[in-house]
């Protein structure tokens, strides 16, 4: 069974730039998550996504970072502009549906690692 | 914010000692699960428990929960140098719309000395 994949692996930007990256969940998995790490820290929930909806984006600083997930599958994360406290490793995880009041465990990508300079 | 709190924060130990790791969280949840994480890499998932279980066992992992005290402890027994890695616990709240929500904390750096 395939992964889940992330695209890039690693991004170096100057800050006020735009940077996108790409998650590809586990087949079947209905539920995806962009999650921020900062080095030394557990990981931050962004946006949580069932199917093409989202069902959490509480955390996520919506005047530069947007989140979409076109037909259910496939993510997209944006940052614009960059900030220099964006550095961080993106970590896109999915899990199969989450219905409310239920738990299952998340399988998580290998992260994208940003660096803002 | 994070709602886990792992103790200690880093753990030092040689080659077939047994790892003891602690978290304590602050609301009523469902489940509470455990990750891995080697440098550079994504995390993996190692053990879920639920709010209505007390111990667990998987391998040699051993994970406790005290809903009373609110906290949780994995065991890892005989443990290797590739157990060497960063362990976060996750915790799932009761109630409300969560779907599967999880709130993770710091996590504890654990090194074993071969």
């Known amino acids: 069974e395939a992964g889940v994949a992330q695209s890039p692996r690693y991004k170096i930007i100057e800050k006020r730039q735009s940077v996108a990256f790409w998650c590809n969940p586990i087949?079947?998995?209905?539920?995806l998550y962009w999650y921020q790490q900062i080095l030394g820290q557990g990981p931050k929930l962004l946006i949580q996504?069932?199917?093409?909806?989202?069902?959490?984006d509480s955390q996520l600083p919506k005047d530069r970072f947007s989140a979409e997930r076109l037909k259910g599958v496939d993510s997209t994360l944006k940052i614009q502009p960059a900030k220099l406290e964006d550095s961080a490793v993106y970590l896109c995880?999915?899990?199969?549906?989450?219905?409310?009041?239920?738990?299952?465990?998340?399988?998580f990508g290998p992260g994208t690692r940003l660096t803002v300079l | 914010s994070q709602q886990g709190e792992e103790d200690p924060q880093a753990l030092s130990i040689q080659e077939g000692e047994n790892a003891t790791m602690n978290c304590s969280y602050k609301?009523?949840?469902?489940?509470l699960q455990w990750y891995r994480q080697n440098s550079g890499r994504g995390l993996v998932h190692l053990i879920l428990?639920?709010?209505?279980?007390r111990e667990k066992h998987s391998g040699r992992l051993r994970v406790t929960l005290d809903t009373s005290k609110k906290s949780s402890s994995l065991l890892i027994t005989a443990s290797r140098a590739a157990d060497t890695a960063s362990y976060f616990c996750?915790?799932?709240?009761?109630?409300?719309?969560?779907?599967?929500?999880?709130?993770f904390g710091q996590g504890t750096i654990l090194t074993v000395h071969p």
């Open positions: 996504f069932q199917n093409n909806g989202v069902v959490d």
């Open positions: 995880a999915s899990s199969l549906v989450g219905l409310a009041g239920s738990y299952n465990e998340q399988f």
């Open positions: 996750a915790t799932g709240r009761a109630g409300g719309t969560s779907y599967g929500k999880l709130t």
């Open positions: 087949s079947g998995h209905a539920t």
């Open positions: 428990i639920r709010s209505n279980e």
């Open positions: 609301t009523s949840i469902n489940n």
